[in-house]
């Protein structure tokens, strides 16, 4: 209830991941910017979708606004938006956190599926030693089991140009396209 939405501001990387479907890709730096007195805050999200039988990712970056909910709300942001060719509507919570970290539970849902999971946020790619002290000991206080949480490979390296003759697709690029459209398919 006293969270300070412009403590948020700036880039934040996901680190952990709650929710195998929708919280472990790869590569997800997140830039949050907050005008004081706004409603909202504009949100960059990036992730890369792995494309498991060609090879390299998908690269997604999603711009979101976040409502930033009355004090009477549960949830901190209510976020509509697009991912994937699906509409999405989130209720994001954050739990717990400091200028080091920040712990963000959701809830969602689109098309497919009714979703939740939770995630972690720290300033740096990986989870420095220190902050994953304190931020295992906020989850596990809310509830939630530090081993079930995944780590997000934020490596980010550079994916080669596309060249525009090979710009085609295959039936190979099948089972990466599913997987991109409707995430957790493909085991």
Same mark, same amino acid.
């Given at each position: ?22 919280? #472990? ?5 997140? @830039?949050? +910017?907050?005008?004081? !007195?706004?409603? $909202?805050?504009?949100?960059? =999200? ?5 494309? =498991?039988?060609? !090879? ?9 606004? *976040?409502?930033?909910? !009355? ?13 994937? !060719?699906?509409?999405?509507? +989130?209720?994001?919570? =954050? ?7 920040? *712990? ?17 946020? @720290?300033? @740096?790619?990986?989870?420095? &030693?220190?902050? +994953? ?6 989850? +596990? ?9 995944? $780590?997000?490979?934020?490596? #980010?390296?550079? *994916? ?8 085609? *697709? ?11 459209? &409707?995430?957790? $398919?493909?085991?």
């Amino acid at each position: 209830s006293n969270f300070d939405v412009a403590s948020l501001n700036g880039r934040w990387y996901k680190v952990k991941g709650y929710n195998e479907k929708y919280d #472990c890709y790869l590569c997800q730096p997140n @830039t949050f +910017e907050y005008a004081p !007195g706004s409603p $909202t805050m504009k949100a960059d =999200i990036q992730l890369r979708v792995p494309k =498991i039988k060609s !090879g390299g990712a998908w690269e997604n970056i999603v711009k979101e606004n *976040l409502v930033i909910s !009355g004090e009477q709300e549960r949830s901190t942001f209510k976020v509509t938006g697009e991912i994937f !060719g699906l509409s999405f509507d +989130e209720e994001w919570y =954050i739990l717990a956190g400091d200028d080091d970290y920040k *712990l963000v539970a959701y809830k969602g849902k689109n098309l497919q599926d009714v979703y939740e999971g939770a995630f972690i946020y @720290t300033r @740096t790619p990986s989870l420095p &030693a220190d902050v +994953e002290a304190k931020a295992r000991k906020a989850a +596990e206080a809310k509830g939630y089991v530090w081993s079930k949480f995944c $780590t997000v490979d934020n490596g #980010c390296p550079e *994916l080669p140009p596309v060249r525009e003759d090979s710009a085609t *697709l295959s039936l190979d690029d099948i089972p990466d396209l599913i997987e991109w459209f &409707a995430p957790g $398919t493909v085991a």
